[in-house]
């Protein structure tokens, strides 16, 4: 088990905290835990995974939100599987369904909706140092010969995850790398031949001085055109 968890932390492209929550809930959904059964305190789940509390913390809000798992305080308390109850069989339903089984345009449509959310959170909360690094990585991705779409792919989402690390809505920001996770995990299914990288990246150019600027009409206008600027039919 230790081996396997380290496995999947150390290559997962989310956060620590929705990796370990990923990683519970799999034990829980797959019968490995029962109702009511104590997983020990939020110490024993730290020293278990190696992270910091704050990374456990994370996991467990994100599981108690999804009817996983709840954490009581005080002598005999600890953290422990939820029972079966209508709101954890419906938090199953909607967040623990297998994610390979949906269309891949699904998932795209879902992040496109998103999108707006993130880059307005990132162009009102963004620092001197985020805007450098995502200058950076563009200027990587047009340096980058011979521009393939795979490799192209796989830069812009690069970016777009470093955009979600400025943002303050924690729920949002696990969401939407959920969303670009399983993307480039499926991209190679998917038909890329009127895909254009040049455009692709002039498109990411914009979007990044727009989000530079800050909230306005020149980020709507760069939302709306990143928006057409590929999409996924499988």
């Not at 031949?193 to 980020?219: K, M, S, W």
Request: hydrophobic share 40%; with cysteine; charged share 30%.
């Amino acid at each position: 088990m230790a081996e396997t968890v380290t496995s999947f932390l150390s290559t997962s492209r989310i956060s620590l905290g929705e990796a370990i929550a990923r990683e519970l809930e799999q034990e829980i959904t797959g019968g490995e835990l029962q109702p009511g059964q104590r997983l020990g305190t939020k110490e024993d789940l730290r020293v278990r995974f190696g992270v910091a509390l704050a990374t456990i913390n994370e996991a467990i809000r994100l599981l108690e939100m999804r009817g996983m798992l709840t954490a009581r305080p005080g002598p005999g308390g600890g953290v422990f599987v939820s029972h079966a109850s209508t709101r954890a069989r419906m938090n199953h339903f909607v967040m623990g369904y297998k994610w390979n089984e949906a269309a891949v345009a699904d998932h795209h449509t879902v992040r496109n909706a998103l999108e707006p959310l993130v880059c307005r959170e990132a162009a009102r909360y963004k620092r001197e140092s985020d805007v450098r690094a995502f200058e950076r990585m563009v200027e990587a991705m047009e340096a980058h010969e011979p521009k393939e779409p795979l490799t192209v792919l796989r830069q812009t989402w690069d970016l777009h995850r470093r955009i979600a690390k400025t943002l303050r809505n924690q729920t949002l920001r696990s969401i939407y790398l959920t969303m670009l996770d399983f993307l480039e995990d499926a991209v190679e299914s998917v038909d890329q031949t009127n895909f254009d990288p040049d455009g692709h990246i002039a498109v990411h150019r914009e979007l990044v001085a727009a989000i530079a600027e800050g909230p306005g009409e020149r980020l709507e206008e760069a939302l709306r055109r990143h928006e057409v600027s590929f999409s996924f039919d499988d």
